[in-house]
């Protein structure tokens, strides 16, 4: 069984990176914000400040999977996990991020969400709905370490 720990997830987009952060009993994930998407080794410099200020122990990023594999989505988030795993010294995961966009909107959508503000907050609902789905993924145990 796998102890409890803060996951921080990451949803990269052409423009812009959703960031979510769970807390440390890895019970509620909460979407933090967007950031610019400053190519792979910006978005790593930008995680490390993050990694450090929410003493985060792991990194989980989206991948767009396609069945061919080489979508240019797929491309570049394996760039931003390369550079991760370059500049971090915490775990760095992919998961599976396909419908999570669409699945944003529709939360934002039902909780009455003016579709002007979407793209400000779409990307930290995703990056969000990666996160829930990892730790639905994981069986831990409540004892911290």
């Known amino acids: 069984m796998l102890v409890a720990m803060r996951w921080l997830a ?3 987009g052409t423009r812009r990176v959703g960031v979510a952060v769970c807390d440390a009993d890895e019970r509620v994930a909460s979407s933090l ?6 190519g792979p080794e910006g ?3 930008a995680v490390a400040g993050l990694v450090r200020t929410w003493e985060v122990e792991g990194v989980v990023v989206g991948v767009p999977l396609t069945r061919s594999g080489q979508g240019r989505g797929e491309r570049r ?3 931003v996990v390369a550079a991760l795993r370059r500049r971090l010294e915490v775990p760095i995961q992919t998961a599976d991020e396909r419908g999570t966009t669409a699945a ?4 934002l959508a039902a909780g009455g969400v003016p579709r002007r503000r979407w793209p400000e ?3 930290g609902v995703a990056a969000r709905l990666i996160l829930e ?3 639905a993924n994981r069986s831990v145990s409540p004892a911290r370490r």
């Open 10 to 12: 990451l949803d990269v």
């Open 43 to 45: 978005v790593a410099e």
């Open 77 to 79: 988030v394996a760039g």
């Open 121 to 123: 907050l779409v990307d």
């Open 104 to 107: 944003a909107e529709e939360l």
């Open 133 to 135: 789905r990892h730790l």
């Open 33 to 38: 914000h967007a950031f610019a998407y400053a």
